[in-house]
């Protein structure tokens, strides 16, 4: 056979698998993002026409009142009202959206100016003797610091971050996510500072910050475990790139291209500007942590210090690169671009629970729910709290609305069972946070896999045994701090 023929025959079939492996993929990827809500929410529509619709009696205050429950007329919600209720989900996300908007435009305007990159570059340059995980425990820990003090869906522009370091390992966007995301969320989901933000909204009984140094070390348990299993991961994928949570392997064959990959890491050419920049994004988040947690930023300028701290680092930093007005505004909407999906995805993630709610059958659900409870022990009734609490997160993922609903409805009985309020604030918030990390109809969940370009199931796979631990040891937790008496006195 002439060189031309084999040429031509390897050619063929080159492309022969490459059309296989493309039909192989699409069989494998998941809706968009977008799509995946749509579908949410015609399901949340489908369960108001099964599920008994049904209420509480409530107070002047507009609290349910415990055994009261009573069943009402069916009010299904039909899929074309559902699309008109897009409009209040919107209106239920708009300070969520508006700083997500903004902050994402100030991080990811700073992050075009490519500062951040060439210290990552110039890093993995220095330290590729130590290995990559140096960088990724370095990252992680210092996501996990910022979510003790500072929490809330417009954290999640920090997965660009993740993006940038792990293209440069040439690991996936799991551990993009598994590096900013993850931390940040677990962190504020059991930090003392996560749960007085959370619980002071809906139960101002609990003094805040009560409890701080027994909710520190349920931190420091969950820390160390959630670390261990991200070290344990990324070894296997640095090992082995097939051993990757991903069903497809287009992620890693971009970091292959030559945009990528021809970038000459023994350039050590950092100027004091990109070191001033790069401080920038590491100092911002450290700033608003410590003024939340000892000055009270946000409980007495409210959430719009986020934009004014991000919006003065990122005017700084593209005054310390030398840029024009013109040129910084280009950089604030590039920055903002990839948060526009996010956005969407936020507002139909909300627009779920406001279908829920027109369907009235949440009440149903939480006294389904909560009947469970009757004979049980108090470590066990601390407990199955914690898992009715990850449940019911599903149809409400949001902290705040999660306890506005269930606080009423199960204070009475947990008090009568022996739980204080110190364990019932806990539970809840072990099950509204953590659950938040692997629910699809939460928005920031959605939004930062898509920042990732991962896709829910992957990550579904990746979180399935972490949270599993995570039950298994917040149930210990809880069991242990209930058996002890535990009220908040350390």
């Not at 001033?276 to 994004?281: A, F, K, P, R, T």
């Not at 027109?358 to 389904?368: A, N, P, R, Y």
């Not at 606080?407 to 806990?426: K, S, Y």
Request: with cysteine; charged share 10%.
């Amino acid at each position: 056979m002439s060189e031309s023929s084999t040429t031509s025959y390897q050619n063929t079939v080159n492309q022969t698998a490459n059309k296989n492996a493309i039909k192989t993929k699409s069989k494998l990827e998941l809706p968009h993002v977008l799509l995946m809500m749509l579908i949410m929410m015609m399901f949340a529509c489908f369960l108001t026409y099964i599920i008994p619709a049904g209420a509480f009696n409530t107070d002047k205050d507009g609290s349910m009142i415990q055994g009261t429950y009573h069943a009402i007329a069916q009010h299904p919600v039909n899929p074309f009202y559902a699309i008109t209720l897009i409009l209040n989900g919107g209106i239920q996300s708009a300070q969520t959206v508006t700083l997500l908007l903004f902050i994402g435009g100030s991080m990811g305007g700073i992050l075009q100016l490519n500062s951040v990159t060439k210290i990552t570059n110039f890093m993995i340059y220095r330290f590729e003797h130590a290995g990559a995980l140096p960088l990724i425990i370095g990252l992680f820990s210092l996501m996990a610091f910022i979510g003790f003090f500072v929490g809330g869906d417009q954290m999640i522009v920090f997965v660009t971050l993740g993006v940038i370091l792990v293209r440069r390992l040439k690991l996936d966007p799991i551990m993009a996510l598994a590096i900013t995301f993850l931390p940040l969320y677990m962190a504020f989901s059991v930090s003392p500072s996560g749960m007085a933000k959370i619980g002071q909204i809906v139960y101002p009984d609990v003094a805040l910050y009560s409890g701080y140094g027994g909710r520190a070390i349920m931190y420091l348990v969950f820390l160390v475990v959630t670390l261990l299993y991200v070290i344990w991961y990324a070894r296997r994928v640095i090992k082995n790139p097939d051993n990757s949570m991903m069903t497809t392997k287009v992620w890693q064959q971009q970091n292959d291209s030559p945009s990528n990959s021809e970038v000459n890491l023994e350039d050590s050419t950092v100027s004091w500007r990109d070191i001033i920049v790069v401080s920038l994004v590491v100092v911002t988040p450290i700033i608003l942590a410590l003024g939340n947690g000892l000055l009270n930023w946000t409980e007495r300028y409210g959430n719009g210090v986020f934009i004014t701290v991000f919006g003065l680092s990122f005017v700084l930093a593209y005054i310390v690169k030398g840029q024009r007005p013109s040129e910084m505004v280009d950089g604030f909407l590039e920055g903002a671009k990839p948060m526009l999906v996010v956005a969407f995805a936020i507002i139909m993630a909300n627009t779920i629970s406001v279908i829920l709610e027109k369907g009235q059958i949440l009440s149903t659900i939480v006294h389904g729910l909560t009947t469970q409870l009757d004979g049980a022990s108090s470590g066990v009734v601390s407990v199955l709290v914690f898992f009715i609490a990850t449940i019911f997160n599903f149809l409400v993922p949001s902290g705040s609305g999660l306890m506005s609903v269930m606080v009423p409805i199960l204070q009475p009985v947990t008090t009568a069972l022996g739980v204080n309020d110190q364990i019932l604030l806990t539970s809840l918030s072990f099950g509204g946070g953590l659950g938040n990390l692997i629910t699809p109809t939460l928005g920031a969940t959605i939004g930062a896999i898509a920042i990732a370009k991962a896709n829910f199931g992957s990550w579904f796979k990746f979180m399935a045994p972490l949270f599993v631990i995570w039950m298994i040891i917040g149930g210990v937790i809880l069991y242990i701090f209930t058996a002890i008496g535990w009220n908040g006195g350390i």
